[in-house]
């Protein structure tokens, strides 16, 4: 999964990039400064915040790893580390995770999907254990809607794996599963480029496969099983 880290480590270093070139001066001087003033505190010292974060997780180490990754990203949150990239904390709790094998290896639990089923007060309660509690409940909501999207997922591989018995063995049905299990959306030139067929065809093979189509547009139509 060499591809799929480093395009994580790619968004990383994208937002470690962004962080650094808001905190560097502007050419347009005051005028910046008075217009970042009235979105961001410009006392707000996130080096120190970030160093006292990371003394949490180093005493966190010896925890067990989901009960690390919740202190960390309930810290992240308290501590308020970033105030550009509040959501970072959140990826570096699935990227801990990740780290001790807990999650999957090809991507990060999708940690906003389960709390979002979390109610706020929750979340941000003023006892920590309450908070800890909800963020643990977060995340094994993630979990389950993972498992219930793999379900819908094999059952739709299944659907579509039974129209393509009896076919020939040219046939492009079978490569146009695996294209569409691979990808939430597929458009004619994906199609028609991995395929190896004309953009016709690949509309053609589409419609003999069922795909939903996705957009509702008579152009730049794109189809898909999600």
Same mark, same amino acid.
């Given at each position: 999964m060499d591809s799929e880290f480093a395009a994580i480590d790619a968004v990383l270093a994208r937002s470690n990039a962004a962080i650094e070139q808001a905190r560097r001066p502007s050419r347009s001087g005051a005028r910046d400064v008075d217009s970042k003033a009235l979105v961001y505190d410009l006392d707000w010292d996130e080096d120190a915040r970030l160093e006292e974060w990371r003394d949490v997780v180093r005493q966190a180490h010896d925890l067990p790893?989901?009960?690390?990754? #919740?202190?960390?990203?309930?810290?992240?949150?308290?501590?308020?580390?970033? *105030? !550009?990239?509040?959501? &970072?904390?959140?990826? &570096?709790?699935?990227?801990?995770?990740? *780290?001790?094998?807990?999650?999957?290896?090809?991507?990060?639990?999708?940690?906003?999907?389960?709390? %979002?089923? #979390?109610?706020?007060?929750?979340?941000? !309660?003023?006892?920590?254990?309450?908070? &800890?509690?909800?963020?643990? *409940?977060?995340?094994?909501?993630?979990?389950? #809607?993972?498992? %219930?999207?793999?379900?819908?997922?094999?059952?739709?591989?299944?659907?579509?794996?039974? %129209? #393509?018995?009896?076919?020939?063995?040219?046939? %492009?049905?079978?490569?146009?599963?695996e294209l569409v299990m691979a990808k939430p959306l597929v458009s004619s030139a994906m199609v028609a480029e991995t395929l190896g067929v004309t953009q016709q065809a690949a509309r053609r093979i589409v419609v003999e496969l069922g795909l939903r189509e996705m957009t509702g547009r008579g152009r730049f139509r794109a189809w898909g099983i999600l």
């Open positions: 790893p989901v009960l690390a990754a #919740i202190v960390a990203l309930d810290a992240w949150n308290e501590l308020s580390v970033s *105030q !550009h990239a509040p959501w &970072l904390g959140r990826l &570096l709790a699935a990227t801990m995770l990740r *780290q001790v094998d807990i999650s999957t290896g090809g991507h990060l639990v999708a940690v906003n999907v389960g709390l %979002k089923t #979390i109610p706020v007060d929750r979340r941000r !309660h003023r006892d920590r254990d309450t908070r &800890l509690l909800a963020i643990a *409940q977060g995340l094994l909501a993630a979990g389950e #809607i993972g498992l %219930k999207e793999h379900d819908r997922l094999a059952l739709a591989r299944t659907m579509m794996e039974r %129209k #393509i018995v009896g076919r020939r063995t040219s046939s %492009k049905l079978p490569e146009l599963v």
